[in-house]
């Protein structure tokens, strides 16, 4: 049995308030109390996945799994890594038929554990053949669009009832998917052979499978985003239409550099292979999904062809690579859950996800995919989120928020700067900006968090088949070698427990957040299509049409009575419009008229005044005079 501490966060109030903890072993037993065996399953479950139907959206899979007689059990998966929560897609798995011999053998599901199917294998039986189909969403009422008429995205999780009681890195898959006519499709799983549109996988193991999905589609390219790289990187691109594909030569030199920026930071890779699944696209449902060779990403069709006007406005990119490190290979023990139907625990979701924003906006502006004073102005949001836009924090802590992938699974939500969300993301990106900066000022320029980084996700160059996992004093350890202090632990706690706010990092890199009455450019590329912000001043975030899609908390529109859904159809008795409030707005600032709004809530029509007279404010960060400039060595490129 392994010796397994765990996570510790809260644990001194959890204790105190008799919270009972999870056990260390809650994580090898599964829903019934079975143990987790991690010898391996006998034989080689075979699966083959029709992905060809894309009239009705459905994909049509035949397992053939080595069995013994006796009760079986199978799992759907339910927690999918990278989510963090259950959001297997169950409710999509239909027409299962379970045979062997060519007898057909009744299924019944587990009540207490849904996601269960039990089968009672007779004597002289030795493999199961199961028939099912995955229905995947036809709108996105139903859910994440995965098939278009022009692409797929093959997710493995989707299609596989595996045998309960074992863990996932110990069950060996050889899985086989037949693809539309003509399309390409893409992988890191290796392809042992071909036999016209059907690609037969090389055998691996379930962990690797779930975590090796597919893209395919009808217009495809590859870029080579690491020619003289240690190991291969590929860019596989899949779009709606052939047009879509084409990337500038300048524009691919950034992705190059994306990825030399992040060979320089770890000092090491964890693949033997790298390939991104790149839809550009209006129809795939969006997505950015990490995995340990490859990741699941979407932008819009304009891509490449609208690059300059986007001023860097996405780091998706360099999110999701740095999760190769950060996550992936290096990953949190409470998450490293031994298959896909025990619970995932997120205490450390502020390194897995918050380091990685921090990384993942770093390397962006280092490789020149976004221009420097755009990376200040990306930061300059969420300090002034962390500045002015949190009042959640008044009762719930940043740790709390690790909670949110299985309590809110990013419903949208009325008052989310109340409420709180997913704040481990950008909350630990500031976190991590403040450890970044001390760390340079205590070492006097000598080191930075770019050697933690190293020390903590770059060791063991080449490794990749199993996750490496940490609590929470691994991480307090590795930033006492960086930068020896005997206080690591109290740092990361206060600002994980509320006691300390999240932005001591901007003013002590050398800025200060700062409001002006003018947007940047790359916060207008950001808020392009999303409607109208005037978060800062007026308190209120609205949607083209004018319906309000978020009032900030104890604002001057919150306490003028707006809530959240309304819609604003007149400003000053002019039609309704983002220009027409700005203006308002910008008036309001000189005169002590309120601004008045006609706002339709549901059938009823009302006006309502803002005594509003700040003007408009937008965020961005301003050098502190004399004081040393940390923040711009941090966003340079590596030589
Ligand atoms: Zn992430």
């Known amino acids: 049995m392994r010796v397994i501490q765990p996570a510790v966060l809260g644990l001194a109030l959890m204790a105190a308030m008799g919270v009972a903890q999870a056990t260390p072993d809650a994580q090898d037993t599964d829903a019934r109390g079975v143990k987790i065996s991690e010898a391996a399953y006998p034989g080689t479950i075979v699966l083959d996945v029709d992905a060809t139907d894309l009239n009705q959206r459905v994909f049509k899979v035949r397992q053939t799994v080595p069995v013994q007689a006796g009760l079986q059990r199978f799992h759907y998966p339910a927690w999918l890594p990278g989510n963090h929560s259950p959001t297997g897609a169950l409710d999509k798995l239909a027409g299962l038929v379970v045979t062997a011999n060519g007898q057909r053998l009744e299924w019944v599901r587990d009540p207490i554990d849904v996601y269960t199917f039990n089968v009672q294998v007779p004597e002289g039986v030795s493999e199961l053949k199961m028939d099912y189909q995955f229905l995947s969403p036809t709108s996105s009422a139903e859910g994440r669009a995965v098939m278009t008429p022009n692409m797929l995205n093959l997710q493995w999780n989707a299609m596989v009832l595996y045998p309960a009681a074992h863990a996932a890195h110990a069950i060996t898959y050889q899985a086989n998917a037949r693809y539309p006519q003509g399309w390409e499709a893409a992988s890191a799983l290796e392809v042992a052979s071909r036999d016209g549109d059907t690609v037969h996988y090389a055998p691996a193991s379930l962990e690797v499978l779930v975590d090796s999905p597919v893209f395919a589609g009808r217009y495809h ?47 090491a890779e964890h693949y033997d292979h790298y390939d991104y699944l790149f839809a550009v696209t209006d129809q795939l449902g969006g997505i950015g999904l ?80 976004r221009p420097l004073d755009a990376s200040r102005d990306a930061l300059a949001l969420v300090a002034a989120t962390y500045a002015d836009n949190r009042p959640g924090l008044e009762w719930r802590a940043l740790a709390d928020t690790t909670n949110d992938p299985v309590i809110a699974r990013r419903r949208p939500k009325p008052y989310r700067g109340y409420q709180m969300s997913e704040d481990y993301y950008q909350g630990g990106q500031m976190l991590w900006l403040e450890a970044d900066v001390r760390i340079r000022k205590l070492s006097g320029g000598k080191r930075s968090l770019d050697d933690f980084a190293r020390t903590f996700f770059g060791q063991n160059d080449g490794q990749w088949e199993r996750p490496d ?19 690591w ?49 007026l308190g209120l975030a609205l949607d083209s049409t004018g319906r309000i899609g978020e009032v900030r908390w104890d604002s001057p529109a919150f306490n003028a009575g707006f809530g959240t859904g309304m819609q604003v159809l007149a400003v000053n008795d002019l039609q309704y419009s983002a220009d027409e409030l700005e203006e308002a707005v910008r008036a309001a600032k000189d005169g002590k008229q309120p ?30 005079p004399g004081s040393t400039d940390y923040l711009t060595p941090i966003l340079s490129a590596r030589k």
């Open 221 to 267: 390219r590859t870029f080579d985003l690491a020619p003289a790289g240690t190991r291969p990187v590929r860019l596989n691109v899949f779009a709606d239409r052939a047009k879509d594909l084409e990337a500038k030569p300048e524009h691919l030199e950034q992705h190059r550099a994306l990825v030399a920026q992040a060979r320089k930071l770890f000092g």
């Open 290 to 369: 990490e995995h340990q060779r490859s990741s699941e990403d979407s932008e819009g069709r304009d891509y490449f062809s609208g690059w300059d006007a986007k001023v860097g406005s996405s780091d998706l990119l360099g999110h999701e690579y740095t999760h190769s490190w950060d996550g992936k290979y290096r990953r949190p023990r409470d998450l490293a859950t031994l298959h896909y139907n025990v619970p995932m625990q997120g205490s450390l979701l502020w390194v897995y996800e918050g380091q990685t924003q921090y990384w993942g906006n770093v390397l962006t502006g280092r490789s020149g995919l």
């Open 469 to 487: 996992t940490y609590i929470f004093e691994d991480v307090v350890a590795a930033l006492e070698k960086v930068q020896p202090t005997g206080d």
């Open 489 to 537: 632990s109290q740092f990361l706690h206060d600002r994980l427990d509320r006691k300390v706010g999240l932005t001591g990092g901007i003013e002590a890199s050398g800025w200060k957040l700062v409001y002006s009455d003018k947007p940047s450019a790359y916060y207008k590329a950001m808020s392009k299509g999303r409607g109208a912000s005037f978060i800062y001043s």
């Open 595 to 624: 601004i008045h709004l006609l706002v339709k809530d549901m059938d009823v029509y009302r006006t309502l005044d803002i005594d509003y007279h700040g003007g408009l404010r937008y965020p961005s960060l301003e050098r502190i």
